[in-house]
């Protein structure tokens, strides 16, 4: 079960990699078929399995920065951050933890205020 596993896994990243087809979403599509129709797991089970929450979160994440990029938000902070670095490259990775310590510290405002 193993081997087909990982054999349908390697399969699920060369069709994404060859086609343009969403890798989560045909990887899920493929944990169906394996868990299901191969495995004998019944279908809550392997609904059972799925991380919801961290589903939940990545697709919040992504949509946070599909709306940063499209207003422009992303390119101000990196050109900010550039011009804080005074164009040295190399300190770019360095750089971006002080910020991204900062804006975790920040606390987000209470729903009765």
């Known amino acids: 079960m193993i081997a087909i596993s990982v054999g349908v896994l390697a399969l699920v990243i060369a069709v994404s990699a060859w086609r343009a087809i969403n890798l989560g979403a045909l990887a899920l599509a493929a944990t169906w078929v394996v868990g299901v129709l191969i495995g ?53 990775p360095a750089s971006s933890r002080p910020c991204c310590v900062r804006s975790g510290r920040r606390r987000a405002p209470s729903p009765s205020s």
């Open 40 to 92: 004998g797991e019944s279908a809550a089970d392997v609904l059972g399995s799925f991380p919801s929450d961290l589903f939940v979160m990545i697709v919040g994440v992504t949509l946070l920065f599909g709306v940063a990029r499209a207003n422009g938000t992303v390119d101000r902070v990196v050109q900010g951050t550039f011009r804080l670095v005074r164009g040295r490259r190399t300190a770019l």
